[in-house]
């Protein structure tokens, strides 16, 4: 199994909601990434678990709450977003931090009303 | 510091003929350099992926690139264009100790009939 999956595939949240992401992955992978991309643009890095600890959060806002409950899955917690947040969610998975090579979900695409 | 510029946000082929994806990289240390293709709706896929060994890269789907590292330049290339090559394509580049890649703005491959 070489793939990261992710659910939803879509979703349309209200500003006062509360939703989840989910990603999963079944390759021993012991890092694993969020990135929020914009159409047209690059994924921009949000967060990074490495072996089931946040070891980076690029000053993303607290209304994003990431959480690892194990090795094979890390999940996104949203709350209270933004028209602004609306885009493209990735979530991503290496072997290790430092590995080069990022295996890619298709992502979750977020609407927000 | 690492970064990668993309020129051109979009490049327009006809089907059968040359692809040339740029792709420029500035890192202080020899870095690790990559190419990854989002099909629409997609996740990012690794194409291929330079980290020292041959200059000469050849990556999956018939594309192939090459590091100049007097030119600081890891261009991406095709000798002959299908319809299913069109996409976004992201350079990345990731060196210095660090261990999350900095993606280009990416390029928008068309390919016409």
């Known amino acids: 199994d070489t793939e990261v999956t992710q659910t939803p595939k879509h979703l349309v949240m209200g500003m006062t909601n509360k939703k989840s992401l989910k990603c999963e992955q079944h390759?021993?992978?012991?890092?694993m990434y969020w990135y929020k991309q914009k159409a047209k643009k690059p994924p921009e890095l949000m967060f990074v678990?490495?072996?089931?600890?946040?070891?980076i959060n690029e000053s993303v806002p607290s209304r994003f709450s990431p959480e690892c409950p194990n090795s094979s899955l890390l999940n996104l917690h949203l709350h209270a977003l933004q028209p602004e947040d609306s885009a493209l969610y990735l979530c991503?998975?290496?072997?290790?931090?430092?590995?080069?090579?990022?295996?890619f979900g298709s992502g979750t695409q977020l609407s927000v009303l | 510091a690492q970064s990668v510029t993309q020129l051109g946000s979009h490049v327009s082929v006809s089907e059968g003929a040359l692809v040339l994806l740029r792709c420029n990289y500035s890192s202080s240390v020899p870095p690790y350099l990559f190419w990854y293709v989002q099909y629409p709706n997609q996740g990012l896929q690794l194409l291929l992926k330079y980290t020292s060994a041959a200059t000469l890269v050849k990556g999956i789907n018939g594309f192939e690139a090459e590091f100049k590292k007097s030119e600081t330049s890891f261009h991406l290339t095709k000798p002959s264009a299908h319809m299913s090559d069109a996409a976004e394509y992201f350079c990345a580049v990731l060196s210095g100790g660090s261990y999350i890649p900095t993606f280009g703005r990416g390029t928008s491959l068309i390919v016409h009939p």
């Open positions: 390759m021993g992978h012991r890092a």
């Open positions: 991503a998975s290496s072997q290790d931090r430092g590995n080069e090579k990022l295996f």
């Open positions: 678990y490495s072996y089931e600890k946040l070891s």
